[in-house]
């Protein structure tokens, strides 16, 4: 059975930085796609970031909001997944939720999360 | 402002039927595919639909989803007390080359 547990949560300063982990079982992490979704309080979902798996080259893309600030690598040896989060500002308070992803072409494009984490909360207050 | 569009909430009574809209343009739905995402209260996100009208094992088929151009549609049938959650669309945007929620609806089973 697939399973995601994130840990690494908890407050932090603004300009502090954080890095959040993502266990992984039932699969190996190298072999998957992955993403970091994030959740503020009373908000929707918003999408972080993701890594490919490292037959398509293991590269990483980012959202907008947290580009040059976050990265997403990953230890095989350990089977985990990792969000080093620099520069934190207020705005990334959120559950932040680490993800297994499908991506490819049917007739269209897909691109969807098929298993998610139960996530961990970090807060960024002074 | 979420790129793509959905209700903020839809209500229905048990045993009713549902449906909840999510609209974008043709840098994301129009030409991908679309999943759909339940959140239940204090809970996180889990798949529902993707594909557009694909149900994972463990989705019921009173859940179904549907396209139509640049907007999708998440119908849910025979209504449940246990269906009160929120409900997200997402999919791929060329544009900003990443994925993007709608904002999320809220149903509730009156």
């Known amino acids: 059975e697939v399973q995601l547990v994130e840990s690494g949560g908890g407050l932090v300063k603004p300009e502090g930085s954080l890095r959040l982990s993502c266990e992984v079982s039932?699969?190996?992490?190298?072999?998957?796609?992955m993403s970091w979704v994030r959740q503020a309080p009373g908000k929707g979902l918003e999408w972080v970031g993701r890594i490919k798996s490292q037959s398509d080259g293991g590269t990483t893309d980012y959202a907008a909001p947290v580009k040059g600030r976050f990265t997403i690598s990953r230890a095989d040896s350990k089977n985990r997944l990792y969000l080093q989060m620099d520069s934190l500002k207020t705005e990334d308070t959120a559950v932040y939720y680490c993800?297994?992803?499908?991506?490819?072409?049917?007739?269209?494009?897909?691109?969807?999360?098929?298993?998610w984490g139960k996530g961990t909360a970090i807060t960024v207050s002074s | 402002q979420s790129v793509l569009t959905q209700p903020p909430s839809v209500s229905a009574a048990p045993g009713q039927k549902v449906t909840i809209s999510c609209s974008g343009g043709g840098t994301n739905i129009e030409n991908n595919y679309v999943s759909w995402y339940q959140q239940l209260p204090g809970t996180a996100p889990r798949l529902l639909i993707y594909d557009n009208d694909k149900r994972p094992s463990g989705t019921p088929d009173r859940f179904s989803g549907s396209k139509s151009g640049a907007s999708v549609t998440l119908a849910i049938t025979g209504l449940q007390t246990g269906d009160e959650a929120d409900y997200y669309c997402?999919?791929?945007?060329?544009?900003?080359?990443?994925?993007?929620f709608g904002g999320g609806t809220k149903l509730t089973v009156l």
């Open positions: 997402g999919t791929w945007d060329y544009s900003l080359s990443a994925v993007v």
């Open positions: 993800t297994t992803d499908r991506a490819g072409f049917g007739r269209w494009f897909y691109y969807y999360m098929d298993v």
């Open positions: 039932g699969f190996t992490v190298s072999d998957a796609w």
